[in-house]
């Protein structure tokens, strides 16, 4: 067998398949979801950056991400996605870092959206503080836990319903702003006398946790009906809808209303109210916090095949792997992520947000250079697509990333900002967690290794 490919599972799940209509709202909702959680960039970037930001940053950083992912999709349709790809093109450490690097930073999103949805409550509910706003995110997760337990048809068909309420209401608003137009929603470009590093830490790590994980739901690649066909039209779907998901509030609004300065989490309910009143504000609300509901849904979906996929492949204990009798699902992966999101979901956003960060471009990454080094060394994997533009197309698509990375993660050593001191001195300890785990997982699971690979080798 070769180096990233599946190895035999200890159990055969009975896997149920969704179709490529819910499939496009699974990637929507885990990709973007709807505009909410940007107000903080427009604020600390200011609203000419922030603007140019979610019109800049795809082109670096999503657009060619999809590239990759559908390219390697429909050559390696396999569960764990682009995990195995790393496995595939570098051997198993760097595999193991990929689907760790991926399943710790989960921990994070998991935690981030149990929070923005007791954020949100607590706009009409102020007395939610405190072990009440903690509670309220248990109880979200517990929801959303039992949601993936029953496996992703229930996930996707939640996540369709949900996306189309966000968006209409979304649409609504975008739309009673129009004849509102009384400011230049570029100006200022970025905050006054603030120093310009700062002006690139929050806000580019918040862009670029906006525009992340479009390789993500290539995990799930063998719970979806024909995925060589049905990820890349997903992805010409989710990409430009992402965009305009975010620029079209952000700039609308600015226009409308002003106030760049004020703009926080959870401000999008006071625009609303200022632009169509306490109806639409409410209406506003209400969809932010479904859209932390269904973004969370397909995090848990998305995130936990990863543990399941190593489990099979031998790098985690075996009940990671282990089917429910009546779904089919990895449950007691689900049943772990979900204990450590409770565990992180009392820390504020912009801490969640900044570590993460590292982890997914660490992940993200390791995902183009394999799409290099496959082209290299398996010319053989040829799928229904390929990254346009021959050898053209691919350096755009492994460079552009690989650029903007290191800028992202350079930038926070020249700011004093609080958010920017505490990403460096928490996000690089969580990469390291990584190596420290694959070795010490190898001593201490070494049989269980071995058996698998002479199995695989029969």
């Keep these: 067998m070769r180096a990233g490919e599946k190895s035999t599972a200890p159990a055969v799940r009975a896997i149920k398949k969704v179709g490529l209509f819910s499939f496009v709202f699974v990637m929507y909702s885990y990709n973007t979801a709807g505009p909410f959680g940007l ?21 670096f950083w999503c657009i060619p991400i999809s590239l990759v992912a559908a390219e390697l999709t429909t050559a390696m349709p396999v569960e764990g996605g682009f995990y195995r790809w790393t496995r595939a093109a570098f051997g198993d450490f760097w595999g193991f870092l990929a689907g760790w690097w991926n399943w710790t930073a989960s921990f994070l999103l998991g935690a981030l959206y149990a929070v923005l949805f007791a954020d949100y409550l607590a706009f009409y509910f102020p007395q939610l503080t405190g072990w009440r706003h903690y509670g309220v995110g248990l109880l979200v997760i517990a929801l959303i836990t039992y949601v993936n337990v029953r496996g992703i048809r229930l996930v996707g068909s939640i996540a369709t319903v949900l996306e189309l309420g966000i968006l209409g209401i979304v649409g609504v608003m ?137 489990s099979e492949d031998g790098y985690l204990p075996a009940f990671l792997s282990r089917p429910h009798p009546r ?26 947000i900044s570590i993460y960060v590292w982890l997914r471009i660490a992940t993200s990454v390791l995902t183009v250079l394999s799409a290099w080094q496959l082209r290299r060394t398996r010319p053989d994997l040829a799928g229904s697509f390929r990254i346009p533009w021959g050898r ?8 552009a ?21 505490f990403t460096l001195k928490w996000g690089p300890p969580a990469l390291l967690i ?25």
């Design 434 to 458: 990584g190596p420290v785990a694959y070795f010490l997982l190898r001593w201490l699971m070494p049989s269980r290794r071995d058996q698998l690979i002479q199995s695989s080798t029969l």
């Design 327 to 352: 779904f089919g699902t990895p449950w007691l992966a689900i049943l772990l992520s979900a204990i450590v999101y409770c565990l992180l979901a009392g820390h504020n956003v912009v801490q969640l």
């Design 174 to 310: 975008c739309v009673m702003a129009i004849p509102k137009w009384s400011h230049n929603p570029f100006v200022p470009f970025v905050p006054p006398h603030v120093p310009l590093f700062q002006v690139f830490g929050v806000g580019l790590s918040l862009g670029l946790w906006l525009y992340a994980g479009y390789e993500q739901v290539s995990s799930v690649a063998e719970e979806v009906e024909d995925p060589q066909r049905s990820y890349p039209r997903a992805l010409a779907w989710v990409v430009p809808l992402s965009m305009a998901t975010y620029l079209l509030p952000t700039l609308l609004c600015l226009a409308a209303v002003g106030h760049w300065d004020q703009w926080h989490s959870g401000y999008f309910s006071d625009l609303a109210h200022a632009i169509g009143g306490p109806k639409l504000g409410f209406a506003i609300t209400l969809a932010a916090g479904v859209m932390n509901l269904s973004i969370l849904n397909s995090t848990v979906l998305t995130t936990t095949r990863m543990p399941a996929a190593m």
């Design 39 to 59: 107000e903080d960039q427009v604020r600390t970037s200011g609203p000419g950056m922030s603007l140019l930001y979610q019109l800049i940053i795809p082109f």
């Design 392 to 399: 053209v197309g691919l350096a755009y698509a492994v460079l």
């Design 401 to 421: 990333p690989l650029a903007l990375s290191v800028f992202a993660l350079v930038i926070p050593a020249f700011s004093d900002a609080p958010a920017d001191r």
